[in-house]
């Protein structure tokens, strides 16, 4: 009988899915009664779809997570209409929803290039306003890495990641005995009894070379990076892509997929992962897992089993190692149970580390006596 390995080697790092950061419009200028000179407008506060930025990047770049536009120029007698405050740009990543603090949706950014504007500048003073200027808008908003699943299944071509998906959820992809057979994310709900579903996506397959764009490269990646989990799918007994490739070992397998994921975007491996091995219904089954176990304790002891240029710099570690056949059901159970454990955890830290910052914002916004009876 084989049962659960559990490895724990280091503190999982934080992927970041979702940020929320405080905006602020420039103040207008001040207009110039004597002569009826107008202010600047204040700047704006935009977000920009950006190539190859990450919400994790903005979070360590401004850890206050403020962002202020300029105030707009005063009248002067050299200049009687001032000009408007330069603008502050929050640069993201493309796939964002943006959103106010009560969940209304102010944009998407779809694409790279797409602006939506968060916080508008204040109007600069003139004759109708007594040429007082207005305050900038300011307000809290959150960005949203738009998700496909809960858990996004990873692995080489025929690792039998579309029969797993159709055994522990609703779904129904297509499933045959060649490499690819998944040309598009399939999504299946993994029903509990208390009703709580989670969605897995099964992404096309990976292949060596993906971070380079070979295959279905950077399209997979890309379905990877909206997943919340990560679960790899490796053949208990290895597999060889074709005739002209190399044999792969599981063990092999999973470094490679880890490497792969590190070349594309090294942040994609903060995310918390799972390892499923399947196909537990073959011959020495227990044996190779047995192996593949011994070695994932000491990683480092096999990398000559690894090609060079493949050896990760920082080994992946699991939450759970799950042994399963997705063709006879063994482990299944046992897997849903892993599935929504680690994804209940996520959502318990998660809930924590949000209720610490929204204390935070309100010990800054409240006056020093306030604050401290707070602290008592």
Same mark, same amino acid.
């Not at 200049?79 to 000009?83: R, T």
């Not at 207005?134 to 959150?142: A, D, F, L, V």
């Not at 240029?309 to 080994?315: E, L």
């Not at 610490?356 to 006056?367: A, Y």
């Given at each position: 009988m084989v049962h659960l390995s559990r490895i724990y080697f280091r503190k999982y790092g934080k992927f970041v899915d979702n940020l929320r950061l405080f905006v602020r419009g420039g103040s207008g200028g001040m207009g110039l009664p004597r002569l009826g000179g107008r202010g600047g407008d204040g700047g704006d506060v935009w977000v920009v779809a950006t190539k190859d930025m990450t919400l994790k990047k903005i979070k360590d770049k401004y850890p206050e997570k403020r962002f202020t536009a300029e105030t707009g120029v005063n009248s002067s007698v050299r200049?009687?209409?001032?000009?408007k405050g330069k603008n502050a740009e929050i640069f993201a990543p493309v796939g964002i929803t943006v959103t106010t603090d009560d969940g209304r949706v102010l944009g998407e950014l779809n694409t790279e290039g797409v602006r939506v504007r968060v916080a508008k500048g204040g109007a600069g003073g003139s004759f109708h306003s007594r040429f007082e200027p207005?305050?900038?808008?300011? /307000?809290?908003? /959150?960005l949203d890495l738009k998700l496909i699943a809960d858990m996004g299944l990873v692995g080489f071509p025929n690792a039998g990641k579309s029969s797993l998906l159709t055994a522990i959820s609703n779904a129904k992809p297509e499933i045959a005995n060649y490499a690819f057979t998944t040309l598009r994310p399939e999504i299946g709900k993994v029903m509990y009894s208390d009703h709580k579903q989670i969605?897995?996506?099964?992404?096309?397959?990976?292949?060596?070379?993906?971070?380079?764009?070979?295959?279905?490269?950077?399209?997979?990646?890309?379905?990877?990076? /909206?997943t919340k989990q990560l679960l790899f799918v490796v053949d208990v007994c290895g597999f060889q892509l074709a005739t002209s490739t190399p044999f792969r070992s599981a063990f092999v397998a999973v470094q490679l997929l880890t490497k792969e994921l590190e070349l594309y975007k090294k942040e994609l491996l903060l995310k918390p992962a799972l390892l499923v091995v399947n196909k537990m219904d073959l011959p020495e089954a227990d044996d190779k897992l047995e192996e593949l176990k011994e070695q994932l304790q000491n990683p480092g002891d096999f990398s000559a089993l690894l090609p060079d240029?493949?050896?990760?710099?920082?080994?992946l570690t699991f939450k759970h190692v799950v042994p399963v056949s997705a063709n006879t059901g063994f482990g299944v159970d046992l897997l849903k149970s892993c599935i929504r454990e680690s994804l209940d955890e996520e959502a318990v830290m998660a809930t924590k580390e949000d209720h610490?910052?929204?204390?935070?914002?309100? /010990?800054?916004?409240?006056?020093v006596t306030e604050t401290q009876t707070m602290s008592v």
């Open positions: 200049a009687l209409k001032g000009e207005t305050k900038g808008w300011s /307000r809290h908003i /959150r969605s897995i996506a099964d992404l096309p397959g990976l292949i060596e070379g993906a971070h380079m764009n070979k295959g279905m490269g950077h399209k997979f990646l890309k379905h990877v990076e /909206r240029d493949m050896i990760p710099n920082r080994y610490k910052v929204r204390l935070k914002t309100l /010990r800054l916004s409240l006056p």
